[in-house]
């Protein structure tokens, strides 16, 4: 890649045309593919996650991620799992240039999470609109502010992340190296070994010259990025910990709290509060107006300040978490950890397939959606938010929370529930059972899907993110491929292939028999008495009190086999 001077120097002195500006809704399986690019484009994915191929490049790309592609690349879109959603720049050179000699810059490609997605995202909707209504000069010129007010943030974003020139000494090799490495796993002696420098000498110099030692100024480097984007985007504090080299959102929000004294949630709305909300002076005001809007995956929706009927389609424990009883709920799951407290509530349908006309029987003042898809159907009825059930759990309760204007102390909840999984590890740990593989699977005799994600249900989030284990090592590089790989489809002929030590089955009335099928039968975990079943509505849910009950029930199982022997494999 270029550097920023590059790029900035040829849109300051180069003609460009705009071609087309396009919003693509991608599926999965059926990519977005441009066998090669008749002229360089900016992509922007607005949601979801991908893979992208551009050239020989392969690339894993989250929701707000920035490409720029050059004329004749290679590019293709693969969504993972579920739709993506990207706004796709084609732009040209003026009439003077030629097919030959084209600029290094118009070339290049390059891609990054920008600082400020949010910002992006209104531009690139500015854009689409503006284009589609470019008839007259006046237009077009509206429609090129706009995109080129967006490669200037881009152009901040390159900018701002200059690196300081090497000096020839250790310290400034050291500080090269970090400022290109912060967010991997950084130990001082390979800070050492990049400066050709022992670990004792380095750590002395780096210190009398910045004031700390060189972990320190990596863990600051961090906590500033990691302060930018609790400010500025709506990432969720997985999404930041994972961008920071941090194993997840609990190891993140424990060196946050260390180092600034309060909990990232809580610096969020902190933060929030002072940019945006009204101060106390008009405070007043703001209790009599009618609604106030909050920002979700699929942009601000206005809601009533405090919504008293509320449905909730699949969230519902959350929900419920907030102290509000729905006064209608997607269809219960027999088994559900929130069983008891939701019977009696009128159910409206599958979350996915709703009846639309029973949730406008019940006159709700705001609903609460897991999916896009969802939300389109049945926005019309009352204002509906739409909050990614696959998710951070803390994010996702935050969320929520904010949707229905409640005081819930998101923070302690969330702590509450990091200390049981910590004391199930610790079980799990003394048992002599971390270390042994766990396959969850679905299905019967024509085909088991092998959950490969641990965002993806069925107990995944509680069993490899929370309680930390692990699935043999096939399907375990797809859940550590951003932990959102797809499922497979396993003919039960070929499960000995990617069972591991112990299998988790959600059990459902009526599901089949596996017993019947000799294959089944030879796998060791159900020979030896280490398949577990639990309730597939208790798996289903992915809410903070169905994590708990998972987290509870998972170990409980697990150390009833070790209690048995079970666990001592191979002994």
């Given at each position: 890649m270029l550097d920023s001077k590059a790029h900035r120097l040829f849109w300051e002195n180069t003609f460009i045309c705009i071609r087309s500006v396009r919003l693509h809704y991608v599926q999965p399986l059926q990519p977005l593919l441009y066998d090669r690019l008749p002229s360089s484009v900016f992509l922007f994915l607005c949601q979801g996650r991908a893979g992208i191929e551009l050239g020989d490049d392969r690339l894993a790309a989250e929701r707000f991620f920035a490409l720029h592609a050059g004329a004749?690349?290679?590019?293709?879109?693969?969504?993972e799992r579920r739709e993506c959603k990207c706004y796709v720049v084609e732009y040209g050179l003026g009439p003077e240039a030629s097919g030959k000699g084209l600029p290094d810059a118009y070339l290049d490609s390059y891609g990054f999470i920008p600082e400020l997605p949010l910002a992006i995202t209104e531009l690139m909707d500015k854009l689409l609109q503006s284009d589609r209504s470019a008839d007259t000069l006046m237009q077009q010129a509206i429609a090129k502010g706009h995109f080129y007010r967006f490669v200037e943030l881009l152009l901040d974003q390159l900018e701002s992340s200059a690196l300081p020139e090497p000096g020839g000494d250790s310290v400034s090799e050291a500080l090269q190296y970090i400022h290109l490495h912060y967010e991997d796993e950084i130990s001082l002696e390979q800070l050492a070994d990049q400066a050709d420098s022992s670990p004792r000498h380095l750590g002395r110099q780096f210190k009398e010259r910045m004031g700390v030692s060189p972990i320190d100024y990596v863990i600051h480097l961090r906590m500033k990025k990691a302060k930018r984007l609790l400010a500025s985007t709506d990432a969720s504090l997985q999404e930041i910990a994972e961008s920071l080299g941090y194993s997840d959102s609990y190891a993140f929000a424990k060196m946050f709290k260390k180092q600034t004294g309060m909990p990232p949630i809580g610096y969020r709305d902190?933060?929030?509060?002072?940019?945006?909300?009204p101060t106390s002076s008009s405070q007043d005001v703001h209790m009599l107006a009618a609604s106030r809007s909050v920002q979700t995956s699929t942009g601000s929706v206005k809601v009533p300040l405090r919504p008293e009927r509320?449905?909730?389609?699949?969230?519902?424990?959350?929900?419920?978490?907030?102290?509000v009883v729905p006064v209608g709920i997607s269809d219960l799951y027999q088994g559900a950890s929130f069983e008891a407290e939701a019977a009696g509530i009128p159910q409206v349908g599958p979350w996915y397939a709703p009846d639309l006309e029973a949730i406008a029987a019940l006159k709700p003042d705001l609903i609460v959606v897991p999916s896009e898809k969802t939300w389109q159907q049945i926005?019309?009825?009352?204002?509906?938010?739409?909050?990614?059930?696959f998710h951070d759990s803390a994010e996702q309760l935050a969320t929520v929370n904010a949707s229905l204007g409640r005081s819930l102390d998101v923070w302690s909840r969330t702590e509450h529930l990091l200390r049981l999984a910590e004391r199930c590890k610790d079980q799990l740990r003394q048992a002599g059972l971390q270390d042994r593989t766990v396959t969850i699977v679905e299905g019967g005799l024509k085909g088991m899907s092998v959950v490969c994600s641990k965002w993806a249900g069925r107990g995944s989030q509680a069993l490899y993110h929370f309680l930390g284990m692990k699935a043999p090592a096939f399907i375990q590089s797809r859940i550590d491929y951003s932990g959102k790989g797809n499922n497979l489809i396993v003919p039960l002929e070929n499960l000995a292939?990617?069972?591991?030590d112990f299998l988790i089955r959600s059990s459902y009335p009526g599901m089949d028999d596996l017993s019947v099928h000799e294959v089944w039968r030879s796998l060791p975990a159900v020979n030896d008495g280490r398949l577990i079943e639990l309730d597939f509505g208790l798996l289903y849910y992915p809410d903070t009190l169905s994590m708990e009950q998972q987290i509870v029930r998972i170990t409980e199982r697990l150390l009833n086999c070790a209690d048995r022997g079970i666990?001592?494999?191979?002994q």
């Open positions: 004749g690349a290679r590019l293709a879109l693969y969504p902190l933060h929030r509060r002072r940019d945006g909300a509320v449905v909730v389609l699949y969230l519902i424990g959350d929900v419920l978490t907030c102290g926005r019309h009825i009352a204002p509906t938010v739409c909050i990614d059930a292939s990617v069972a591991g666990g001592r494999i191979g």
